[in-house]
């Protein structure tokens, strides 16, 4: 739990933006890296993945968001708000 507190204040959901820019950017193409972000999270959506709630923000999306009683605790925008403030409009 102290691990977990710890990593929450290290990344932030800014900081997610900017990195999904700058693969936008390395990539050349910004719809590609929304598709790969969007098919990500329907993955998590339809075959959850059993992380602990103290390892998940090291994942790319978060692994826990099937579960309500982690939302207030989540660390990861939704892949829907990532989509978004990438190409500026959801859904894709």
Do not use: M
Not at 11 to 30: F, M, R, T, V, Y
Not at 69 to 85: L, V
């Amino acid at each position: 739990p102290v691990i977990f507190l710890l990593s929450r204040f290290v990344q932030s959901k800014a900081s997610l933006h900017h990195l999904d820019e700058e693969a936008a950017e390395l990539i050349g193409n910004p719809l590609s890296v929304a598709k790969a972000i969007w098919r990500i999270g329907c993955y998590t959506e339809t075959l959850p993945y059993p992380a602990a709630p103290a390892v998940s923000s090291l994942f790319f999306v978060n692994p826990l968001a099937h579960k309500n009683w982690t939302r207030s605790f989540a660390n990861h925008p939704s892949p829907e708000q990532r989509i978004r403030h990438l190409l500026g409009y959801y859904p894709i």
